[in-house]
Nanobody
């Protein structure tokens, strides 16, 4: 089994910053990709940013230039630096993990419970 835990969310004023952290643990042979997704009330869940084990990153247009994803996938950790936050960034942010499990060597894709980010003033 693989477990994912997010942290770092909170209440912040528009223009402020937050840094989200994620750690995956359990029966992981290798992590190939980690990502952050978010879901705002009444809206579909969307992929915010992703990173692969070779360092390729992708961002949704809404956060380009403001958010930065980083991490050490060999240690199953990922971060999301969120700057210049806007009210429309308010959502529950989820950490997503894809890789190979042990001992079966099967692929997996999981996510955590999420951390709330609220941008308001």
């Amino acid at each position: 089994q693989v477990h994912v835990a997010e942290s770092g969310g909170g209440l912040v004023q528009p223009g402020g910053s937050l840094r989200l952290s994620c750690a995956a643990s359990g029966s992981i042979f290798r992590t190939y990709a980690m990502a952050w997704s978010r879901q705002a009330p009444g809206k579909q869940r969307e992929l915010v940013a992703s990173i692969t084990n070779i360092g390729k990153t992708n961002y949704t247009d809404a956060v380009k230039g403001r958010f930065t994803i980083s991490g050490d996938l060999a240690k199953h950790t990922v971060y999301l630096q969120m700057n210049s936050l806007k009210p429309e960034d308010t959502a529950v942010y989820f950490c997503n993990v894809g890789g190979i499990s042990i001992p079966t060597m099967d692929p997996f894709g999981v996510w955590g419970q999420g951390t709330q980010v609220t941008v308001s003033s």
